[in-house]
């Protein structure tokens, strides 16, 4: 017997079996089927027995799922109370890294309006590995970026889960050759110096992902500028350095600058849900559902024919983990 079970399991038992049916259960618990499948499978091999009868008619309980689920719902209904008495006792500290970006900022809004009765907190930390340390530290419950580009120290003490494949683009200075395009061939970009804040100590899993990206490709990541806070100082020394900007198509056009989605590939910036292990807080469990539902709503999660992502992303980034 394991010496710990993830109540997250005995949840999603629980949901199979009192629908008997796999599909209708991860709707109820807004996840992927297959995601709902691979729990189940992992409870069974912890509990080294088999719970279902599955067939491509119908799901049944065996007699071994029949004897767990009163005990599932005394664990589940202790959990519940147990986050009822502590639940109001502070917000939910949500990192969004920046005011302007729309992913985040999107789950968070729409988390607020699944668990009204709870409050998430918006804060802003300008990168994901800024935020992880925050996160460890306790001062942060929350954030959103590219988990594969942490640090695997902080990767270690981190659980994640993959909102949205995110197209990139790059903000271009008004003046520049490629601005009139309506779209920006990537390798279009080769001989050019691209900021992606290079020497910025929050944001290296933003860096990283454009090194990534412009290997082989004749394009340089910029040297590091002087690091600047907020916006009207970022757009300032940005338009001094006048360098094409890496960014996500989300991203709001700065003065002096147009904003183009690049293609030929189409890059995606993978980005996470990212918490401290072992959080337990109902409006975390609001702002999962919030990025699933999103994530099926707006197609986020697709990838173009031509999509790009990393490697090292597409290893350890499970939509619904």
Known sequence: MPAHLDPRLLRAFLAVAEELHFTRAAARLYVAQQAL????????REL??????RTTRQVTLTADGERLVPHARRVLQAQDDLLAAFAQARPLLVDLNSPELETGRRVLYRARELAPEHELMARYESGLTGAAVEILAGRLDASFGRFAGLDPALRAQLDHQLVRHEPMAVLLPEGHRLAELAQVPLDA???ESV???????RTPEWTDLARLLFAGRGIEVAPPVPLAVGVEEFQRVMAKEANPILVVVGFPAMPGTVLRPLVDPVPLSPVSLVWRKGL???A???LRRAAVELGFAESWLGRPVKGWIPA??????SPYK
């Open 195 to 201: 900021y992606a804040g290079a020497g910025n100590p």
């Open 37 to 44: 499948s691979r729990d189940v499978r992992r409870l069974e």
């Open 312 to 317: 090292i992303d597409m290893s350890m980034t």
């Open 284 to 286: 975390l469990d609001a």
């Open 280 to 282: 337990v807080h109902p």
């Open 189 to 191: 970009l080769a001989g």
């Open 48 to 53: 080294g027995a088999e719970l279902f009868v």
